[in-house]
C-alpha cells in the first residue's frame, strides 16, 4: 500500500503535527467523506490514518501538499518532509487512529539504504 507523510504547523494550535496517508483514488475518496469538485491534474490522493492531519489530502509533483475544504483545493504553506513509502497491512481499508487507539497493525518496509539508516541509530 503507498503512503505519503508530511509534517505541517496546525492553524488551529500553532502545534507542528504530522499526517500519514494511504493512497486512494480521488473518487473513492470523494464517496468516504462527501465531498465535491474535481481533483487536481497530476495528483495523489491520500486518505489519512495518523492521529493527526486532514481526512484526506493530495499531493502534486512529490513537493506540494493540499487539503480539501468546501469543494476546493488549499496549499499546505508550512508543509515539510514529504516522504512516500509502503506498508504492508492486514486490511485493504486501514482506519484513522483515534486518540487512545492506533490505527490497524502496519508493516513499514524500507529500502535497503533506510535500513543501513536505522542500522546506525
Known amino acids: 500500500m503507498e503512503t505519503c507523510q508530511f509534517s505541517y504547523i496546525s492553524t ?16 473513492h475518496l470523494k464517496e468516504e467523506f462527501n465531498r465535491s469538485g474535481p481533483g487536481i491534474p497530476g ?8 492521529l493527526q492531519g486532514p481526512q ?4 502534486v ?16 504553506n ?10 504492508n497491512t ?14 490497524e497493525p502496519v508493516i513499514e518496509v524500507f529500502s535497503q539504504e533506510e535500513q543501513g539508516d536505522l542500522e546506525d541509530d
Open 12 to 27: 488551529k494550535t500553532r502545534l507542528h503535527c504530522t499526517a500519514l496517508g494511504i493512497e486512494r483514488a480521488w473518487d
Open 43 to 50: 495528483a495523489t490522493y491520500y486518505k489519512t490514518i495518523s
Open 56 to 59: 484526506l489530502f493530495a499531493v
Open 61 to 76: 509533483d512529490e513537493r506540494q501538499v493540499f487539503y480539501h475544504d468546501n469543494g476546493h483545493w488549499y496549499p499546505y
Open 78 to 87: 508550512t508543509a515539510t518532509g514529504i516522504k512516500f513509502g509502503q506498508r
Open 90 to 103: 492486514t486490511t485493504d481499508d486501514p482506519q484513522r487512529a483515534t486518540e487512545g487507539k492506533p490505527s
